[in-house]
């Protein structure tokens, strides 16, 4: 981790970390006068909770942004995830994370025109087919959690606890992830194959392949109107 960066301007950028975190940024000219700081402040685990731009001029500092954590970390892997994040406006966005893999559960957006846009996420569990000594496929020995779905509404509120839009199924978005078969006849090693949108009755799928060392090599447009990402 950097203490200092000099960029090619010849400006100084001094850092102080905590726990592998910035914790202080200061920027000074080539000559060693500040014009500027950014402060932060960070909780007794090392998470970053606020972060303020302070001005040359001595003008009033300007909050960048502002985020809450779990007070104790009662689950490792959830407790160092912001509850919410606060912009410099005051607008709010809130999330709530699985208990099982620390996964964004929920991502519920500032409100517009009164509704608060919501993002659902769903995962599922998965393993990937390796082959074996005898030349067929078996799965790994333990599964890995992959995100399934991201759903929306587009215009108006979303119940989280019954999954759905208060307007129908009509008015939600849906985006789905496929990773390949779930069987040993063939390896698969779980990366994305496709991600598809749903919406008014109409699916837009793009498909992804790959080379032997997992490189990303080429990529379909929806308007190839695939029913499946073989």
């Not at 779980?190 to 598809?196: D, K, Q």
Request: contains cysteine; neutral net charge.
């Amino acid at each position: 981790m950097p203490g200092y960066l000099i960029d090619a301007a010849g400006l100084v950028s001094n850092y102080e970390w905590r726990r592998g975190k910035p914790v202080g940024l200061i920027r000074n000219s080539a000559f060693g006068a500040p014009f500027s700081s950014v402060g932060f402040q960070a909780d007794n685990r090392g998470n970053i909770k606020k972060q303020t731009l302070i001005p040359s001029d001595t003008s009033a500092p300007i909050t960048l942004y502002t985020k809450v954590f779990s007070s104790e970390c009662l689950n490792p892997k959830t407790c160092n995830k912001p509850t919410s994040i606060t912009d410099g406006k005051g607008n709010v966005t809130a999330y709530t994370y699985s208990s099982d893999h620390g996964g964004v559960l929920t991502e519920v957006a500032p409100a517009v025109g009164g509704v608060s846009p919501v993002r659902r996420y769903a995962y599922g569990q998965r393993y990937a087919w390796i082959k074996n000594a005898s030349g067929g496929f078996v799965h790994a020995g333990d599964p890995v959690w992959l995100l399934l779905s991201e759903k929306t509404c587009r215009t108006t509120a979303t119940n989280v606890a019954a999954d759905s839009c208060a307007g129908g199924a009509s008015d939600e978005v849906v985006t789905s992830y496929d990773y390949g078969p779930d069987t040993g006849l063939v390896g698969n090693n779980l990366l994305l194959r496709g991600r598809a949108v749903t919406a008014d009755g109409v699916t837009l799928r793009t498909c992804y392949g790959y080379d032997d060392n997992g490189n990303k090599i080429w990529e379909t447009s929806p308007r190839a109107g695939l029913a499946t990402c073989d």
